[in-house]
């Protein structure tokens, strides 16, 4: 992923480009241990680990500017009080270190009443920031997107399965980076050059996810993204090839 200089950082969720002072993260699910509790299992609160982690990211790398690709909070229709706290308290932590733009996922029904006016919430259907298109990946995205070279998605949570020689299975965490079927793309966006498509992994760790060498992708993308000949990556930097190749 070196178009643009733009690299995973190791061993984290997160997409570093270099050249702009951009990082990027998606997926927080801030409240999501609310619904673990009540389907029976007892998940401490990540919201305060993943602050301490992108702090440390920000120390470290510097950036100038943080794009949250949706889903900062998780429960719908409605926030409960402990999330809504948490959503404040997280983006609290880092405003005054950065520059925050959001791109409002699917979880994200009224996040305007829980960010300050210093965050910069774009539309769901995605923004072109220097350029290099970002949308959380639930909805299709504006054609100014998709006329990029680039695109940033999350929403997937994507993770690769991996079998061993005794048949156990186990689900890592992946990037995925990959191309669009040019027919399908050309008769929703005729202006588009195909950009590189690059799916980002949940910041939080408790999320799940899908193995996209069983399931695809999910939303829109999946209709226009060539998954199986997509290139998979670990978060440790490890290259696995192409996802048809992973069984």
């Not at 193995?211 to 670990?234: H, M, R």
């Amino acid at each position: 992923m070196d178009q643009l200089n733009i690299q995973p950082v190791l061993n984290e969720h997160a997409l570093l480009i270099k050249d702009k002072k951009i990082l990027v993260i998606a997926d927080l699910h801030i409240g999501i241990e609310s619904e673990l509790r009540q389907l029976g299992l007892n998940a401490p609160s990540q919201t305060n680990k993943m602050a301490e982690r992108l702090i440390t990211l920000l120390e470290k790398l510097k950036p100038e500017t943080i794009i949250l690709l949706g889903d900062i909070k998780h429960n719908i229709p409605t926030s409960t009080i402990g999330e809504r706290y948490d959503v404040k308290k997280f983006l609290s932590q880092i405003d005054n270190r950065v520059s925050i733009h959001i791109l409002p996922g699917n979880h994200d029904g009224n996040i305007q009443r829980l960010i300050s006016s210093d965050v910069s919430l774009h539309s769901s259907d995605g923004v072109v920031i220097e350029e290099i298109g970002f949308v959380h990946g639930h909805r299709w995205p504006n054609k100014e997107v998709m006329n990029c070279k680039t695109v940033i998605i999350g929403h997937t949570h994507p993770t690769i399965m991996l079998t061993d020689r005794l048949g156990y299975k186990t689900f890592e965490p992946c990037w995925l980076k990959g191309k669009c079927f040019s027919n399908i793309l050309e008769e929703r966006y005729p202006e588009s050059k195909n950009p590189e498509i690059i799916v980002v992994p949940a910041f939080n760790i408790i999320c799940g996810g899908i193995a996209v060498n069983k399931e695809s992708i999910i939303g829109p993308f999946n209709k226009i993204v060539d998954v199986n000949n997509s290139e998979v990556y670990l978060s440790d930097g490890s290259s696995l090839g192409k996802v048809k190749n992973i069984k």
